[in-house]
């Protein structure tokens, strides 16, 4: 179930829909602000694996 922590909701919230997007259907917590770093590492691999 994708939760984010409200402390850091403001910087979640700053992203382009298309990642914020992106993050949710991860169904992950993203407590910290390394977890919501970790989505978007993710996010970037597989977009460099699809254009590969």
Do not use: H, W
Not at 19 to 25: C, D, G, P, V
Not at 32 to 52: F, V, W, Y
């Amino acid at each position: 179930m994708f939760y984010i922590n409200p402390r850091i909701r403001p910087q979640f919230d700053s992203l382009d829909t298309d990642l914020k997007n992106a993050i949710r259907s991860m169904d992950v917590r993203v407590e910290t602000l390394t977890d919501l770093m970790s989505c978007l590492e993710r996010i970037i691999q597989q977009e460099g694996g699809n254009n590969a």
